[in-house]
């Protein structure tokens, strides 16, 4: 049976590689873009080159918008063996201080309540898969251990929006591991943390030193498990890192 795999924010950056690798693996891939146009543009590069693709638009903010993207997958198969969040907001990087409740809301409703919107609406057709996986694409960032090691650069961008979404995303990868034991439920982020590497897309205006390849292996690596395989981790290039 095929593989068939939904990945959030695909159109372009890491989302758009992982669909180019595990596309390569012979998946069929939901490409998710919430601008439609944006996501033809990435599904007919990926079919030219021979993937099995089909575009799904899909906001991860808005809930009528997954209800819709839920039927259009429907439409194509009975079962979803994987799931990638990876869609996500960085917001303006705006000091604690100037941090306005507005600024949280809209990083917070594309990095935690859309993942778990998403998560939800597909969870019956991840359980129809015989090995249900579901990346959540975090970030260093979102790391308790890494926000108190002085040494990791991150910690001097004092920006608050990010990277309390993206450890609200781990807690919240943790909690759906430990209630849903049949589904492999990990949460990845794209750099290398001991190395203080990142990739280079343009959330960060391509500051990053891994190329996309480099920085989707741990989701690609977390997306391929079997049934045996690791849940409620957090890893990065490198391997497990700290929450
Ligand atoms: N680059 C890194 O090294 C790095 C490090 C840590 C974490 N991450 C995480 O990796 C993920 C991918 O980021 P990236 O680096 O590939 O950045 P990117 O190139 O800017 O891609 C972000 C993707 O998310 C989509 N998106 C944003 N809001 C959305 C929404 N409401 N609904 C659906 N899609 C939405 C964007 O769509 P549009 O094109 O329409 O804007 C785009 O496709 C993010 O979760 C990010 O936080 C990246």
Redesign the pocket.
Known sequence: MTTTVLI??????????AARRLGGLGWKVFL????EA?GREAVEKLAADGVDVVLVQ?????DA?VAAALEVVRGHTEHLDVLV??????GHAVTPSETTADELHAVF???VY?PVRVTNAFLPLLRASENPRVVM?????GSFGVMLDPDQPVTKMHELA?SSS?AALNMITVRYAQALPDVRINAV???ETAKH????????QHK?Q?T?TE?TDSLVRLATIGSDGPTGTFEDRLGSIDW
Request: aromatic share 6%; net charge negative.
């Open positions: 959030t924010g695909a159109n372009k950056g890491l989302g758009y590689e998710g873009s919430r601008d944006r899909l906001d991860v903010t808005s918008s969040n990876n869609a996500g907001a960085p409703d594309a990095n859309g694409v975090s970030s260093a960032a990010y993206k982020t794209p750099g590497t990142f990739a280079a897309t343009d959330m960060n990053g891994l996309v920085g």
